[in-house]
């Protein structure tokens, strides 16, 4: 795979930011090419991510055939471990084989889902993005409360874990709420993932590292890829790094969930009431 | 009430005390140093209020930091001279400069949570931040014992390393490091995080993260006001989002660095997430 990079992980740890980052120094990244497919090429077209890889555009390529398809697939697996199930593992991995086949200027791209169906099927350089679940289940509970209709995709994952692995869900203790859920299934599924992307030696990333020590932190990734921080890369980094403004606020469901499901662990200490 | 904020140095302490002291009483820093430095009325940190110093402060000063330098990064145990020492540098802070109680803390971290309780907040940082930046310390005093051949003056990391090599030999050489002087560095921090963080989480202090603090500030700050029976002001929202501004470092490769912080915190995932 040469020079193919993989820049995986878990919604919302920041990795839009950090593949943008890493186009600036490395080349295009495509966006999750399985959400690319649900969303239409079209309204991607203008991502610079794309800049150089010429997409076929939309009446040219069964995008929607293929979105048709695949769309489902995700729906009903997204946050499952399929090493337990072969049958669906097996189709995931028909379906990256062929969006390799038919698109392969969308390989080497950030990867949200099936993260160990892509990492093993496609190699290359991989890269695992973590958030701090602070941070992570606050942003995902915003996305809960605002859909206004249908699943959302975190509880989407909720569902598709309590129903296909239910022994593994009953595992981790968690108050009985959405934020407590939503916690639960980013334990569950970040350990799962790096359990099997260590081996393939992949590189763990923390978000909050990139932000905060972030001249280290860039600087050994960019070693670790053999990659040089250009000009660009660094007048993007100081353009993006100043914080959005939000409110400060305290919410007693999020801090429950993430104190009862990751305890001391992860850096985020336990302190008394 | 009393609020005490501790870490180990260069885990964004100061940050953290300018910032509560938005929401609550001003937040001295690091009494001990204080004397080293503020107290001879050449600066004035401006958090601090009722200046009343010792009647002999450079005398003070001296003596606290002889006590401070010689001890840091020990474990003092019980009756010893060293513990008795250091206690009583606490004890005398306390009464000729009743002001600097309820403050930051890098140094005897147990101590200062045994002798003056209140609210302890523990400040953690990632292992790669606190030993680039001892690192960066240790760089700048290079340059200028270069440029000043005849300053003799130890930093605070080589003092830290020389204190724990001499008192804890084994536990020292338990733990594997490249044999660097960020070998060293990393060796320290883990050693002393370890220890200190679980202590003072034994006390009910609150161990929070300082790169959860400055990234996933609004839940990470809501959070620890609320434990701290304190609301956000107006003021302290401003100096959050202001401090919190792009400050892109230079971007390197360290291999010295990431070799030792890998040794030494090795497993990152649930621990350390480096």
């Known amino acids: ?273 | 009430m009393m609020i005490q904020v501790l870490g180990f140095p260069r885990s964004g302490t100061t940050w953290v005390a300018r910032m509560l002291a938005h929401c609550t009483e001003p937040i001295c820093m690091e009494p001990l140093k204080l004397n080293e430095l503020y107290l001879d009325g050449k600066y004035c940190w401006p958090g601090v209020r009722h200046l009343d110093i010792p009647d002999d402060p450079a005398q003070f000063s001296a003596r606290l930091t002889r006590i401070a330098n010689r001890n840091f990064g020990v474990d003092l145990l019980a009756g010893t001279a060293a513990r008795k020492d250091v206690m009583s540098a606490i004890e005398d802070v306390c009464r000729l400069m009743p002001w600097a109680v309820g403050s930051k803390n890098v140094l005897f971290l147990r101590e200062w949570a045994e002798a003056v309780g209140g609210k302890l907040v523990c400040v953690v940082r990632s292992a790669l931040g606190v030993v680039g930046s001892m690192g960066d310390i240790q760089a700048y005093a290079d340059v200028r014992r270069w440029k000043h051949p005849g300053t003799s003056t130890k930093t605070w990391p080589e003092l830290l390393i020389e204190n724990m090599q001499r008192e804890h030999a084994d536990l020292w050489n338990s733990i594997d490091a490249p044999a660097t002087l960020y070998g060293d560095m990393a060796r320290a921090y883990r050693i002393r995080v370890d220890r200190d963080a679980a202590y003072l989480d034994e006390l009910g202090a609150k161990v929070v993260r300082f790169e959860n603090l400055a990234t996933n500030y609004n839940v990470a700050w809501g959070d620890l006001l609320h434990w701290l029976s304190l609301e956000p002001t107006a003021e302290f929202e401003d100096a959050v989002r202001g401090s919190l501004a792009a400050n892109p470092k230079y971007i390197r490769y360290r291999p010295e660095l990431i070799d030792a912080v890998d040794a030494v915190f090795p497993g990152g995932f649930s621990q350390w997430g480096i």
């Open chain 1, 1 to 273: 795979m040469g020079n193919l990079i993989q820049l995986l992980g878990y919604p919302r740890s920041g990795s839009t930011w950090v593949a943008e980052m890493l186009s600036l120094a490395a080349g295009p990244f495509v966006p999750e090419p399985f959400n690319m497919f649900q969303v239409g090429i079209g309204s991607h077209s203008n991502i610079q991510w794309l800049r150089g890889l010429d997409p076929p555009a939309n009446e040219e390529f069964p995008y929607s055939g293929i979105q048709q398809r695949i769309t489902p697939i995700c729906r009903k697996w997204c946050g499952v471990n399929l090493a337990n199930y072969p049958d669906a593992q097996a189709e995931i991995y028909k379906f990256i084989d062929e969006i390799r086949e038919l698109c392969p200027w969308a390989v080497g791209w950030k990867q949200l889902v099936h993260v160990p169906e892509f990492a093993e099927r496609c190699g290359g350089r991989l890269l695992y993005l973590l958030r701090n679940p602070v941070g992570v289940v606050a942003s995902h509970a915003v996305i809960v409360r605002d859909t206004a209709a249908g699943v959302s995709w975190p509880m989407m994952m909720v569902n598709n874990m309590e129903q296909y692995q239910p022994g593994l869900w009953a595992t981790v203790d968690a108050p009985d709420t959405i934020c407590g859920k939503l916690a639960k299934v980013y334990k569950l599924r970040a350990e799962n993932d790096w359990r099997r992307l260590q081996p393939l030696g992949a590189k763990l990333l923390w978000f909050e590292d990139f932000v905060v020590n972030n001249g280290m932190a860039w600087g050994d990734l960019l070693h670790w890829l053999d990659l040089e921080p250009t000009a660009e890369f660094e007048k993007r980094l100081q353009e993006t790094m100043a914080p959005t403004v939000k409110p400060i606020a305290y919410d007693p469901e999020l801090m429950d969930a993430v104190k009862a499901v990751f305890g001391n662990g992860w850096g985020i200490g336990s302190g008394s009431a």
